[in-house]
């Protein structure tokens, strides 16, 4: 069962994506990434402990970075965008991407936990 109050990144991202509109008003990878700064500064200023969500989700940025073979110093956001046709395409790849990269992550516990 998700435990809401510790782990909330996640659960937010899947209703962002079945609506984006109501969370961030248009399909932007620009706006959701200033939403999820807001959640983390939030977070911060209301003294609460990182979630492994929210550790885990930072990996994402170099996970990005290698798939877009990017040595440019950017966002993940800026890296999936120069690498789409407009802001609504990039948020539809930014989930499509972040599926992969969940799949990975926990392809990699798996086999870690059977050596």
């Not at 983390?40 to 990996?59: C, H, I, V, W, Y």
């Not at 877009?68 to 120069?82: A, F, H, M, P, R």
Request: aromatic share 12%; charged share 25%; with cysteine.
């Amino acid at each position: 069962m998700l435990d809401v109050k510790n782990e909330y990144l996640y659960h937010l991202l899947a209703r962002i994506k079945q609506r984006p509109g109501m969370y961030i008003g248009q399909c932007s990878i620009t706006r959701l990434n200033m939403l999820l700064i807001g959640y983390s500064q939030a977070r911060m200023e209301l003294g609460l402990p990182r979630t492994k969500q929210e550790e885990n989700f930072d990996k994402f940025q170099e996970w990005i970075q290698n798939k877009y073979n990017s040595t440019v110093t950017q966002g993940w956001d800026s890296i999936i965008l120069l690498n789409s046709t407009d802001e609504k395409d990039a948020l539809y790849k930014f989930f499509h991407l972040f599926e992969q990269f969940l799949h990975q992550q926990e392809s990699t516990a798996s086999l870690e936990l059977t050596i």
